[in-house]
């Protein structure tokens, strides 16, 4: 049966000589995986539509029970040129694509378009990072509490921010702790990631959290939660080294 979906590419694998296995994102399917027939030849007319990140149209044969669906053509919606042609938003797609495939189980198509859109013509590159991080951390029931203690539930006095309590410590709970105290302004700013998304982002740009430092927290919660070693973020660690 023909099949016509838009969808967004999050993955490729090279497969015999010429062929290849994408990961498509999908609104109806979640994620789906396409056979691509002479992915390598450039002749191919698929090949423009078919590259990490592009959206695009996408035809196939839809078998239910195959696990790869045959791809029999593509059409391109948006390749994302802002980001390809910069190297930090080019390493941010590429955690972001690595996040929708292996966090998102279901229901991650409308904030993977929202952070690629973003990403290609924002200001802001890192801010799209860590809001997406931190929207995939909630989508896998582990959104960082920032609602007040995570151990005692005291809504002042929060100084520092635990992975292993899942959110704000206050400084009663962390003269147990002893955990590195973080300034009150950092701590705002992971509130304000934390409680935003998508539909606001207008409104969460200008107030610092363009900062790799942020990312680097909302990444270490999520590798500490679902144990997943992201190797896209070790080209952003590089960049920001
Ligand atoms: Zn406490």
Do not use: W
């Not at 990490?52 to 996408?58: A, P, R, T, W």
């Amino acid at each position: 049966m023909n099949e016509q979906v838009n969808g967004i590419v999050i993955k490729q694998i090279d497969y015999k000589d010429n062929d290849a296995i994408i990961t498509v994102y999908t609104p109806t399917y979640d994620r789906i995986g396409l056979y691509v027939r002479g992915y390598k030849k450039i002749t191919s007319k698929n090949v423009y539509a078919t590259q990490l990140i592009d959206e695009s149209m996408f035809l196939f044969d839809y078998n239910p029970i195959s696990r790869f669906q045959t791809l029999k053509s593509a059409s391109l919606i948006n390749e994302h040129k802002g980001i390809k042609s910069d190297y930090d938003r080019l390493a941010i797609a590429a955690l972001i694509c690595e996040i929708a495939d292996t966090v998102y189980d279901e229901q991650g198509y409308d904030d993977l378009k929202s952070a690629l859109d973003q990403l290609d013509k924002c200001s802001e590159p890192y801010t799209v990072a860590n809001l997406y991080l931190s929207l995939a951390l909630r989508a896998a029931g582990l959104g960082m509490n920032v609602d007040g203690c995570s151990i005692c539930g005291a809504t002042d006095n929060i100084v520092a921010l635990s992975q292993q309590e899942g959110g704000f410590v206050c400084k009663n709970c962390n003269s147990q702790l002893h955990l590195p105290v973080s300034d009150a302004g950092y701590l705002r700013k992971m509130r304000i990631i934390n409680k935003a998304d998508f539909t606001v982002f207008d409104k969460i740009l200008g107030l610092g959290l363009n900062s790799f430092d942020i990312t680097r927290e909302l990444a270490g919660f999520l590798k500490y939660y679902m144990d997943i070693d992201f190797r896209s973020f070790r080209s952003l660690l590089d960049i920001n080294r």
